[in-house]
């Protein structure tokens, strides 16, 4: 087990997240509980774009541990790239109860808002042009 954890922070450092990913599965092999493992995966498949199999590994991390605030926040980020805002917001949320304090919290809390707003007003905007096209005869 330690060799391949070694081989993956080997694989990781070089950014060969595929071979990385391969390394840490093989850990999952024989340790199935790793929280470690389970989230350092999820940090490689949502660096490498892979964003449902990034929220199964996070998903675990808050099984096997329910206070990892960290897992908590990246999950948040991975509905966020998901365009799951209200997923996002309530995984941060939930991050920011069990660390009030955590790095990057309030930002990324504030921005899932932001990002929220715009997408209501775009649809509430789309609202209006659909009823003065229709009042228009279209």
């Known amino acids: 087990v330690e060799l391949y954890e070694y081989l993956g922070q080997c694989y990781l ?3 060969d997240y595929n071979n990385a990913i391969q390394q840490f599965r093989e850990v999952l092999q024989y340790n199935p509980n790793s929280v470690e493992t389970q989230y350092m995966l999820g940090s490689l498949y949502l660096e490498s774009g892979a964003y449902d199999a990034a929220a199964r590994a996070f998903e675990t991390v808050v099984q096997l541990n329910p206070s990892h605030a960290g897992a908590m926040l990246e999950l948040s980020i991975v509905y966020e790239k998901q365009k799951d805002l209200i997923k996002a917001i309530a995984a941060c949320q939930q991050a920011l109860l069990i ?4 790095p990057d919290g309030h930002r990324t809390l504030g921005r899932l808002y932001v990002k929220l707003g715009k997408q209501e007003l775009e649809q509430a905007n789309a609202k209006i042009e659909v009823e003065a096209l229709k009042k228009l005869g279209y």
């Open 13 to 15: 450092a070089k950014k």
């Open 99 to 102: 660390q009030p304090e955590l």
